[in-house]
T-cell receptor, first 109, second 113 residues
């Protein structure tokens, strides 16, 4: 059975304190791994897609990496506006997305 | 403005009533999706549609009905609402179903009393 697990569930960082969020997956036939950001009361906002092990994508203070079993979302020198829930989703052979439960990030000024 | 819009944003209804959630996108995307989001669960797919008049079940389709007569609209109907269907519902669309991200609306918060 396909599974996506995100850790930690919640993370509090001081402004400027870099850290990483983890998304581990057990799926058959990974077609792509997606990262989204979700603010309270809003829909998920697309950040990155990764397709193969070793791939990396960057956007401002965020960098996503992918191995055969997990993906990391690295946050460098975060700011309070980076506070949000970060969702990971995998796309399998059926072409539908399976989402993790997310990591709620709080960045304290 | 281009994008994907959901209505209503909030809805309170009673068990046994029929309720329809609306979703409209202006990108002319072929694929549209309905998810529900509950505490302790990731977003779970209810139904999706590959094109007008083509729909298919997702992970949790029971109790829901969809239709897609026009490419831009994808309404979700709860024919006889139950308390277990209290949730936040998100609609999404994508140009294709591979290698393209899904873009989400801001959701409908549905409470069933």
């Amino acid at each position: 059975e396909d599974q996506v697990t995100q850790s930690p569930e919640a993370l509090r960082l001081q402004e400027g304190e870099s850290s990483s969020l983890n998304c581990s997956y057990t799926v058959s036939g990974l077609r792509g791994l997606f990262w989204y950001r979700q603010d309270p009361g809003k829909g998920p906002e697309f950040l990155f897609t990764l397709y193969s092990a070793g791939e990396e994508k960057e956007k401002e203070r965020l960098k996503a990496t992918l191995t055969k079993k997990e993906s990391f979302l690295h946050i460098t020198a975060p700011k309070p506006e980076d506070s949000a829930t970060y969702l990971c989703a995998v796309q399998t052979g059926a072409n539908n997305l399976f989402f993790g439960t997310g990591t709620r990030l709080t960045v304290i000024p | 403005d281009a994008g994907i819009t959901q209505s209503p944003r909030y809805k309170i209804t009673e068990t046994g009533r029929q309720v329809t959630l609306m979703c409209h996108q202006t990108w002319s995307h072929s694929y549209m999706f309905w998810y529900r989001q509950d505490l302790g669960h990731g977003l779970r797919l209810i139904y999706y549609s590959a094109a007008a008049d083509i729909t298919d079940k997702g992970e949790v389709p029971d109790g829901y009905v969809v239709s897609r007569s026009k490419t831009e609209n994808f309404p979700l109907t709860l024919e006889s609402a139950t308390r277990s269907q209290t949730s936040v519902y998100f609609c999404a669309s994508s140009a294709t179903n591979t290698n393209q991200p899904q873009h989400f609306g801001d959701g409908t918060r549905l409470s069933i009393l």
